[in-house]
């Protein structure tokens, strides 16, 4: 550990630098991390390479296991599961960045606000406690069963219900986020800096930006981090209840929940999208706990 | 403490009240007709006195204050008067939240349905306790050993594989290829002599175990990291100083002062283990309170989908309650003031 902190010390030294380095240290979350990448650029790119359209239906070919033409066998109309698998990830993929990012902004403002501002933190850190009582689940099936259709007439079958999922997923997970940023705020804004800005003349909005939220941005990324497999979750979950996205574009939980009744005959539509969940939840999962260690200070002067 | 408690009590009745607000406005939202399922033959008139028979001509406000009195005032003396067999007013008048794909009342439904849901929810946390906490004591106490590595690794695929994978791959696993256990939980089945004791064990042991491992699987870490806090403390080497053996050190001293944190975590983990309990059920086919929730989102039931909600709410705030409480009489330190 000295060698490390003495060969450190001869450069600049930087917070992304040093996260960077502990990061990369951390087997697991290096693991993590390339995991995800991979299965990014597969559900990404994958299907350039594969080249088989994921609602092409081939009767002939139907309830096939492993080959070379269907790498993942295929399902009872026909259809290439390795292409549906591909195309449901792009689909949980950018749910889940889309609900995190949602969620994380919502968080973050409510916690800077309720942190920077007196007279606003009561009020806002009830509200957090409300939506902590509520029963979540419950209500993201309720809320998706009276808004499925109105949405869907308006914006389309498609975006109708990506918006109402993200919507629903982001509306109901900010609380954790917006506890843990307005105790950074809090902290931050006892600082010698903060004053000194103050006393200058800064705005609190320039405070705000320029000040606080970059020194609350490590709780803020190992929030967004997690929150993407929290969002991936909650949405399969969602789906396998047959209450997320029709299987005319499937997410990887639809696929599954597509996949029960043929157990018997065809598991493999049960086990690969089950496995890709798996592994992107558990490879963003490694990647925020080595994060975290990677941004905490007391683990990184060490 | 008493004056702590009473007031968090009193704190916790406007949160309930306005997360039922919440519920029944955003439900009574709702585009959808109750009479819309019923034959086109039937005149618009007769209609129209089935949806007031139902109590839906009223303004919002008459029905909601309706609804909130049904359930927080006549539902609790209806169990009053069960429990204690004694007549509280007159019982046959009292207005009733009733199902409408039933017309049965709404707790007269889940109270059918929650005995299997507690077996399957109680039986799965128990497990997840007794094989959390001796995990996380001893992954802490060998930290860095093979035991620990295995075990984080365990426990941190165990909470990122969702319940709904587990469950399947149990069932293609043990029912559909070595046919060993029931995939269908069987809620009709009564226990009466060894044989069927066996089977109600065989039917519980998937539903239990992907439950119960997936909690286990939090429980554990959050053990293991409260224990590897209090081993660095002073007062375990004063422990050891004085010649305690190890396990009087670790059972005794450590244990003890880990599981405050362990014991409040349990308790506020036990609402959010009924809510994801829905969705084993649906796996297994179990018609407990889970199922009757997604029956009645799935035709419509605004009542029962009401009440189900509201006492998932109704869990959550009382163990919030409870693991605050839990927590001053477990820790002396902890002062309410």
Redesign the interface.
């Known amino acids: 550990m000295t060698d490390a902190v003495s060969v450190l010390g001869s450069q600049h030294r930087s917070l992304a630098r040093d996260v960077w380095h502990q990061f990369w240290r951390h087997k697991g979350a290096l693991g993590g991390a390339a995991v995800f990448i991979l299965i990014a650029v597969a559900v990404l790119f994958g299907s350039m390479t594969h080249g088989v359209d994921p609602q092409y239906l081939d009767y002939k070919a139907k309830n096939q296991g492993m080959s070379l033409a269907h790498p993942m066998g295929t399902d009872n109309l026909g259809r290439d599961m390795f292409a549906r698998v591909l195309a449901g990830g792009r689909l949980s993929l950018a749910v889940g960045v889309a609900a995190m990012a949602l969620s994380l902004s919502l968080g973050s403002g409510v916690g800077v606000l309720a942190g920077f501002f007196q007279r606003l933190d009561g009020p806002l850190m009830r509200l957090t406690?409300?939506f902590?009582?509520?029963?979540?689940?419950?209500?993201l099936?309720?809320?998706i069963?009276?808004f499925r259709?109105?949405l869907r007439s308006v914006l389309g079958p498609e975006v109708g219900l990506f918006v109402l999922i993200v919507a629903v997923i982001g509306i109901t997970s900010w609380m954790q986020t917006a506890r843990i940023v307005r105790g950074e705020v809090l902290a931050v804004k006892q600082r010698e800096f903060v004053l000194a800005a103050r006393s200058v003349g800064t705005r609190p909005h320039r405070i705000i930006v320029r000040h606080v939220l970059p020194n609350a941005l490590s709780p803020i990324t190992v929030s967004a981090t997690l929150g993407i497999?929290q969002a991936i979750?909650t949405e399969?979950?969602l789906s396998?209840?047959?209450?997320g996205f029709p299987s005319d574009f499937p997410t990887w939980?639809r696929l599954?929940y597509d996949?029960?009744p043929f157990?018997?005959l065809t598991?493999a539509r049960?086990?690969w999208p089950?496995?890709a969940?798996?592994l992107t939840?558990?490879s963003i999962?490694?990647m925020g706990?080595g994060l975290r260690d990677a941004m905490d200070p007391r683990m990184r002067r060490r | 403490m008493l004056r702590y408690a009473a007031r968090r009590l009193l704190f916790s009745i406007p949160?309930l009240l306005?997360?039922s607000f919440?519920?029944f406005a955003?439900?009574d939202?709702?585009?959808n007709d109750p009479t819309a399922q019923l034959p086109l033959t039937i005149p618009p008139e007769t209609r129209q006195a089935i949806r007031e028979n139902l109590g839906l001509g009223q303004p919002f406000h008459v029905r909601y204050l309706r609804w909130l009195t049904q359930f927080m005032v006549h539902e609790p003396l209806n169990l009053a008067e069960r429990m204690w067999g004694v007549e509280i007013g007159n019982s046959e008048e009292r207005l009733r939240v009733r199902s409408w794909s039933t017309r049965a009342p709404v707790v007269d439904l889940i109270a059918t349905r929650l005995p299997q849901t507690l077996t399957v929810v109680g039986v799965s946390y128990l497990v997840a306790v007794l094989l959390a906490v001796p995990v996380g004591v001893f992954s802490a106490y060998r930290q860095y050993s093979i035991f620990d590595h295995v075990g984080t690794f365990v426990t941190?695929?165990g909470?990122?594989?969702?319940t709904?994978?587990t469950g399947?791959?149990l069932?293609?696993v043990f029912s559909?290829t070595l046919g060993w256990l029931p995939s269908i939980y069987d809620t009709t089945h009564q226990v009466t002599d060894f044989d069927s004791f066996v089977y109600q064990v065989r039917q519980m042991v998937m539903p239990v175990m992907v439950l119960g491992l997936y909690n286990a699987a939090q429980l554990s870490r959050f053990t293991r990291s409260a224990v590897l806090d209090n081993l660095n403390q002073e007062y375990v080497r004063t422990a050891r100083a004085k010649g305690l053996t190890e396990p009087v050190v670790i059972l005794v001293h450590v244990l003890r002062n880990s599981l405050i944190p362990v014991v409040t975590v349990i308790a506020l983990g036990l609402?959010s283990t009924f809510?994801?309990a829905?969705?084993t059920e649906?796996i297994f086919r179990i018609n407990g309170v889970g199922q009757l929730?997604?029956g009645a989102?799935?035709s419509?039931d605004i009542p029962t989908?009401q009440t189900?909600?509201f006492i998932?709410?109704v869990?959550?705030?009382v163990f919030?309650l409870l693991a605050d409480l839990l927590y001053g009489v477990l820790d002396p330190r902890i002062r309410y003031d």
Do not use: C, K, R, W
């Open positions: 406690d409300l902590l009582a509520l029963p979540v689940l419950p209500l099936l309720v809320s069963m009276l259709d109105p497999a979750i399969s979950a396998f209840l047959g209450l939980g599954l996949g029960v157990l018997g598991p049960v086990v089950g496995l969940i798996s939840v558990l999962n490694y706990d | 949160t306005v997360i919440i519920v955003l439900l939202l709702a585009p941190t695929v909470f990122s594989v969702p709904f994978f399947t791959v069932i293609v559909a609402p809510a994801g829905i969705i649906q929730l997604i989102i799935e419509a989908v189900v909600t998932f709410a869990l959550i705030v919030n």
